[in-house]
């Protein structure tokens, strides 16, 4: 079975991340699903941006009367300084506009700074449900929800917000179309226990721990790595249906920063009974591994063909891409050649 193949924040290779103009165009590109990352506003509702802090991603900066609302916060364990969108209401912030969050690597996709409002959850469904119509077939959601512990610290529980979310754009109906993903793992497990059965993909770095283990246990909590460990997938089984992983993590890389092949954590996941998802397919070659960059520049297509096949060999159950088309293309290539050898 080929992998699916996501719109990583919509198709935000070609225009900024999070808006109607990027998700239309993942869809249109041949994505199979979106992914949406959901923060909270001051009055509980739920919007996608990449994060809670939003200088990047909006022109908020532009905003005198917003200009008192900067501020300094710490979030799982990092501190930051900017506007974050749980000290805004949501009438607040749909004045803003969109930015692209890296305009000097891809300049076409900030020509369109400023043309597109910020998104609801809701506002998110309701386009799949109208794109899914039009394309014929149907087109996923794959919710990120982000920081769900610290919201709940301050008073916004996001499992309740996005479980009457969820009900009331009707996307509960179990016909696979939803896909819930955090670094959480309590998340998962409080929003299935309000009666959200979509799919649950538990998130996992290479480093670092759970942001709810350490709320929970302090310096004792889990490891990530514990969890990417044989034992540690099988203890997942059963609680998760899937993992997802950065793609480093697929690519077995040497000391020298070159990529000698594929790992097997593909093939331990599927042992396991996990499907098993990685983030973040993109051409440019900031993003690549060094075994496949090419030319001088940071923003230039490297040889991403041959990094998304290894990748893709994997016989990984769906990646995560900023620009849908390519990976498509690439899945359709392996697909043809193993309809040849068969």
């Known amino acids: 079975m080929q992998p699916i193949v996501i719109g990583h924040r919509g198709a935000s290779g070609y225009r900024p991340e999070h808006t109607r103009g990027a998700y239309e165009l993942a869809v249109a590109l041949g994505a199979d699903a979106v992914e949406p990352d959901v923060v909270v506003t001051r009055d509980g509702v739920l919007i996608v941006r990449h994060e809670n802090e939003i200088s990047a991603t909006t022109d908020v900066a532009a905003h005198p009367e917003f200009a008192a609302r900067r501020t300094r916060k710490v979030i799982d364990g990092i501190r930051m300084t900017g506007w ?32 597109f409002p910020l998104l609801r959850l809701r506002d998110v469904f309701k386009l799949m449900d109208r794109v899914s119509s039009r394309a014929r077939r149907p087109v996923g959601v794959v919710a990120e929800i982000k920081h769900a512990s610290y919201f709940e610290s301050i008073g916004l529980p996001v499992d309740e917000l996005f479980a009457a979310e969820v009900n009331t754009a009707g996307w509960n109906a179990g016909d696979g179309r939803l896909t819930i993903e955090s670094f959480e793992r309590t998340l998962l497990d409080q929003v299935y226990a309000r009666g959200i059965y979509g799919k649950r993909v538990f998130l996992l770095e290479a480093t670092g721990k759970p942001a709810d283990q350490v709320r929970l246990l302090g310096r004792s909590a889990p490891d990530y790595a514990d969890y990417l460990t044989d034992q540690g997938l099988y203890g997942l089984s059963g609680l998760v249906d899937g993992v997802s992983v950065p793609k480093s993590l697929v690519l077995e890389i040497g ?88």
């Open 84 to 115: 974050f969108t749980e000290d805004f209401t949501w009438a607040e912030l749909r004045t803003l506009r969109a930015r692209e969050r890296l305009p000097a690597l891809r300049k076409a996709s900030a020509s369109f700074d400023g043309r």
């Open 255 to 342: 000391a020298d920063g070159h990529v000698t092949g594929a790992s097997d954590l593909v093939d331990a996941a599927h042992a396991a009974n996990l499907e098993i998802y990685c983030w973040t397919l993109r051409p440019e070659n900031v993003f690549l591994a060094k075994t496949f960059q090419r030319g001088r520049f940071r923003a230039d297509f490297g040889d991403w063909q041959t990094e998304f096949r290894t990748i893709m060999g994997t016989g990984i159950d769906g990646v995560f891409a900023d620009h849908p088309d390519l990976a498509v293309a690439v899945r359709d290539e392996l697909a043809a050649e193993a309809r040849e050898d068969r």
